[in-house]
């Protein structure tokens, strides 16, 4: 009878075990961009590899395509605690994490390579304590490509082509500045009304990247792309910070070296992306133009005027132009 018991206590603790072992947070992340777009798959990366590392104790689930809203709701989803990850924009975060300002200031990057130089390095670091204060732990920077305007009315050859046209931009104080600044005018508008804001002619054209104007559509009803790379803007993947500080300091260290090792990938596909649907976009009909840039960037001064106005932001402007 002993053993009987002994047997049966064994294997209850070992079921005990094995349900605590089976046992799965599932984190949800959001993302406005299509199945299958860079940032979706690098976030779908990183919940692999965090699946993997901690023995199936935590899971990513990707809602992808604006499932969970447009990127202001998600926002404030992340941050109340609602879902637990988001991929945005930093651009948003201009108003609430100050430092994010001057990578969204136009011109400031010369290449993508010089913004993976700043970005994986002590401004990086600088940008992302920043969020902290706003209830946000920045897990990576993600490629997001040089942003370029487009149009369905003319060629933009110069800054006088600029002149009159309605551009949708990202809710940024910066870009609606840039815009003026061009000569243009600026409509802060949801990505997802893009589309039908340009069919409708409540827009004349968007600013954005490759890939966006690709899986977007855009190019349908919008023809005339121009590369000016007015910006290189990367994307942030934030994680709640309540959420975050829950976790073990041993769980911390794998989320975050997950969440680095996803950026690798997340760069390669993005790279393969752009090629991809730079050749969809021409295939469509689409033509692409080169202005001379410097015009736009000597336009650029009192966009810099209005937006660096303390010794910090003037200080890391300074960092990031002199980063080599």
Known sequence: MNMIRKLAATAAMTALMTAGAL????????????????????????????????????????????????????????????????????????????????????????????????????IGDQIKAAFEPAGLVVLAYYDAGARSFYNKTRPINSVADMKGLKFRVIQSDIFVDMVAALGANATPMPYGEVYSGIETGVIDGAENNFPSYDTAKHFEVAKNYSLDEHTILPEVFVMNKAAFDKLTPEDQEIFKQAAKDSVGKQRELWAAKVAESRKIVEAGGAMITTPDKQGFIDAMKPVYEKHVTDEVLKKMVADVQATK
């Open 23 to 122: 046992a799965q947070t599932v984190l949800k992340s959001s993302d406005t961009h299509p199945d299958g777009y860079p940032t979706v798959e690098g976030v779908k990366y990183f919940g692999e590899l965090l699946k993997e590392r901690t023995k199936g104790r935590y899971a990513v689930e990707v809602y992808h395509s604006a499932q969970l809203g447009q990127e202001k709701d998600t926002i404030e989803q992340v941050r109340s605690g609602v879902i637990e990850l988001n991929r945005i924009s930093m651009a948003p975060f201009n108003g609430t994490v100050k430092e994010t300002i001057v990578p969204a200031l136009p011109y400031i990057f010369r290449s993508e390579d010089h913004m993976h130089k700043v970005m994986d390095g002590p």
